[in-house]
């Protein structure tokens, strides 16, 4: 399939692989969909690497040539991705084009990126009358604003240096060497309890709209409960979900 899914030694593992420039089309929106929620279900994995197949780019986008390829039967299939709640990292491994949807997702789907080189980034659709990306990514709450402006307003891409100087991505390194680092990012990730990384995630994701006392009334509350469920089982691959269900 166009994209996929497997497991390695607690780590998930998204590729994509369609072409030479790993074009989305309207089935692969719908199978990330499938494998995020078979992810994020699992108790045996902890943190996933989302990249492109190997050779080839992360990926330039949606396939134009099947029109909009959000929409499945009426459904926004994009918005099943975006808002489905995610407890769990994903790291980017992104060589070459990430432009467009690829650029979307990576944005929207992932916690650390590891880019190479020669990777470029960019948001086109403006030269397609395509434009509305910035708004679904929320990018100016991400990056700087004048970063976000700069994608969305001219379609031109950005180099990996340029992404790093601007916090869109975390590291850069050698193009050969992006999806070894990115695997070892996992692995560091993947050495600690998953009650602990899904803790960590839900205070980040939920925190940044709260005041600060209700922030650290929210934190406290998992931190007590986390450490009561690892006490009694450090070996154990509960998750947050008996946090909420305790709580």
């Known amino acids: 399939m166009p994209i996929n899914y497997e497991v390695k030694n607690e780590i998930g593992i998204f590729t994509i692989d369609n072409g030479k420039v790993n074009a989305i089309t309207h089935e692969m929106h719908e199978e990330l969909y499938l494998?995020?929620?078979?992810?994020?279900?699992?108790?045996?994995?902890?943190?996933a690497i989302l990249s492109g197949s190997k050779g080839k780019c992360f990926s330039a986008g949606d396939d134009l040539n099947e029109g909009d390829g959000y929409h499945d039967e009426g459904e926004d299939i994009s918005d099943k991705i975006a808002l489905l709640p995610r407890n769990k990292p994903i790291i980017?491994?992104?060589?070459?084009?990430?432009?467009g949807t690829g650029l979307i997702y990576l944005t929207l789907l992932t916690d650390i990126c590891i880019a190479g080189r020669t990777a470029r980034f960019g948001l086109p659709e403006i030269a397609y009358a395509m434009a509305g990306a910035t708004g679904n990514m929320r990018l100016s709450r991400n990056i700087p604003r004048v970063l976000a402006n700069w994608?969305?307003?001219t379609g031109e891409k950005i180099t990996s240096e340029k992404a790093l100087e601007f916090h869109l991505i975390n590291e850069v390194v050698d193009d050969d060497l992006v999806y070894s680092r990115a695997t070892e990012v996992a692995k560091m990730i993947a050495s600690h309890?998953?009650?602990?990384?899904?803790?960590?995630?839900e205070c980040i994701n939920q925190c940044s709209e709260m005041s600060l006392k209700e922030s650290r009334a929210f934190t406290r509350k998992l931190y007590d409960k986390q450490l009561e469920i690892y006490h009694q089982d450090p070996d154990s691959q509960s998750g947050i979900e008996h946090i909420k269900k305790g709580s």
């Open 35 to 47: 494998h995020l929620k078979d992810f994020l279900s699992d108790d045996s994995v902890k943190v």
């Open 151 to 153: 994608l969305a307003l």
């Open 193 to 201: 309890p998953l009650i602990g990384i899904q803790t960590e995630m």
């Open 92 to 99: 980017g491994a992104v060589h070459s084009w990430c432009i």
